[in-house]
């Protein structure tokens, strides 16, 4: 079993706060293109591709560290100062219990309630 952990919050995002079905609801707003993620056509799906190294020197919390895998047009044109700098998104231990979660997508208008 693998456990990680995603820290959304080191991509290009907004923190904001929308009327919701049962009162305000807090989330996290994550623009697509500035942040290389992928939409698929077909299904809508959005994916973030990631990698994950092995650290040299594990952790009781982590043996690995992951980062956002880019397109190869995009990496190229970074320099090695940003390269060396790319953000850890999170850190993944191997051999714990994996946790899973449902996700809901759904799409609103700037002006519009959340339908949840």
Same mark, same amino acid.
């Given at each position: 079993? /693998?456990? @990680?952990?995603?820290? @959304? ?5 907004? /923190?904001?706060?929308? &009327? ?11 623009? @697509?293109?500035?942040?290389? @993620? ?26 690995? /560290? /992951? &980062?956002?895998? *880019? ?11 940003? &390269? &060396? ?28 309630? *959340?339908?949840?």
């Amino acid at each position: 079993m /693998i456990k @990680l952990g995603i820290n @959304l919050s080191e991509l290009k995002h907004v /923190i904001m706060t929308k &009327k919701g079905q049962s009162g305000d609801v807090k989330g996290i707003f994550i623009p @697509l293109e500035i942040n290389h @993620l992928e939409q698929n056509e077909k299904n809508g799906n959005v994916y973030l591709n990631m990698v994950a190294f092995e650290m040299k020197e594990p952790k009781d919390w982590a043996d690995h /560290i /992951i &980062k956002q895998s *880019l397109p190869k047009e995009v990496r190229e044109a970074m320099t090695d100062e940003e &390269k &060396k700098n790319e953000p850890i998104l999170g850190n993944l231990k191997t051999g714990e219990n994996a946790v899973s979660s449902g996700a809901v997508s759904v799409e609103v208008d700037e002006d519009d309630d *959340l339908p949840f």
